[in-house]
């Protein structure tokens, strides 16, 4: 059964009943456009649908799903525009324009925000994603060669060592 529209649940403009519903998924839509300016808007719904399926699931159980990988990396496609490789292409995640990007997450079980990179693949920039046990994200957009030069496998990357490129503080 259809809704009926009227000064309960509505507005009256323009000869028509606008329901208060769509005015405020209108506000939320400019909100994410804001928020995530290079990214199609149902994906940005998807990621929100995710993150609150998980809060929920750990608010429920005590445990995370450990999908912090792949939440990463979406959120640095909606943030950046980054347009992801094929599940498990070698190298890189992604491409954002002419540079490749490797993303890496800290999830909320890693609370002092340094994370060990690979030194090793086909990438420009490297994007570290942090989630907070309040379930926020945040982003740093860093250069490759900012990651130092050394003779291990691996980088220690500080979270509070680097500001974003994109979005710099």
């Known amino acids: 059964l259809p809704m009926t529209l009227g000064p309960w649940n509505a507005i009256w403009d323009d000869g028509e009943w606008i329901s208060w519903d769509f005015i405020n998924e209108q506000i939320e839509d400019q909100e994410r456009r804001e928020l995530f300016p290079k990214a199609d ?3 940005v719904r998807i990621f929100e ?3 609150t ?5 750990h608010k429920m159980t005590g445990r995370y799903l450990q999908i912090w990988g792949e939440l990463g990396e979406f959120y640095a496609e909606i943030k950046y525009g980054i347009q992801r490789h094929r599940p498990h292409a070698p190298g890189s995640d992604g491409r954002m324009g002419d540079d490749f990007v490797e993303v890496k997450t800290i999830s909320p ?3 002092d925000g340094r ?3 690979k030194r ?3 990438f420009s920039k490297r994007a570290v994603v942090r989630i907070s046990p ?4 945040e ?3 860093i250069d490759r060669k900012s990651l130092g030069k050394g003779s291990g496998k691996h980088a220690k990357v500080n979270w509070h060592a680097h500001e974003d490129l994109a979005n710099p503080v």
């Open 41 to 43: 808007l149902q994906l």
């Open 49 to 51: 649908d995710l993150v």
């Open 53 to 57: 399926a998980a809060a929920d699931y």
């Open 109 to 111: 079980e890693k609370g």
């Open 115 to 117: 994370v060990l990179v």
């Open 120 to 122: 090793a693949g086909n």
């Open 134 to 137: 309040d379930w926020q994200f």
């Open 139 to 141: 982003s740093r957009l």
